[in-house]
């Protein structure tokens, strides 16, 4: 599927090539019904491509291009409609998150980025909503995956909290669950990632969503929050102290990473 839902404005770039493919067939005296008979789509179908709610395909850029002899310039627009490697909310942290020296992050509702699977990175992919088209969600893939590099930075420091009914959550199968687990043993062996669980015993502040906090090389502190649909990195040093605090108050509640892995080895033992 590739339609933009109504809560989430389609990209400038679906919006800019569709209008061009209209403007250069409207100049080359080419109806819609035409264009849409020869690119073998139909007539509400070209109409959402023109209008930028649809991804244009790059058939039809080409199809359009050939018909109004555009010698290319619409074919070339094809280059500008390759899915995003991340949600458009995201972009900035990523920026920052690939140059900090510093990673502390707590996850109340999934495995973090950071250290997910293949698999896991497929089903929380394959589950989104509205759905992505395979193109998105190999992008997708590929960036996560990508991402995981930094962790092999010996001089950043990555801590990761994250709460025991996380773990226990299977997204997929026993055995793909099992070698996520076995990932997260692994990916904290070296000196400079900490994994703890946070055990689910009571009430704490960090109950209330999942956050992340960066330390750039200047030693500036961000904050990053994340929700359904929008993420906020926020500089501003009441609201950065304040998830500071929290941080430091659920790190009290977390198991030792020695007692951590010991954790998480068990559960995987039990899959």
Known sequence: MNASSPATPPPMSWRYCGNQIKLWRTRAGISREDLATEAGYGIESLRSMEAGRRKPSMHLLQVADDMCDAKGILAAGAQFLQPEKYPHFAEDFMRYEAVAIVHSSYENQLIPGLLQTEETVRSLLHAHWPPMDDETVEE???????????????????????EEHVLRHRLGSAEGQRHQLLHLLASGEPRHISIQVVPDTGAHPGLNGPFVLLETPEHDRLAYEEGQTLGRL?????????????HEMILRKALSPEASAEFIGKLAEEL
């Open 140 to 162: 997708r893939v590929a960036a996560r995956l990508q991402r995981q590099e930094l962790l092999k930075t010996q001089t950043k420091s990555f801590n990761f909290l994250i």
């Open 234 to 246: 926020s500089s501003e040093p009441d609201k950065v102290n304040q998830l500071c605090q929290r």
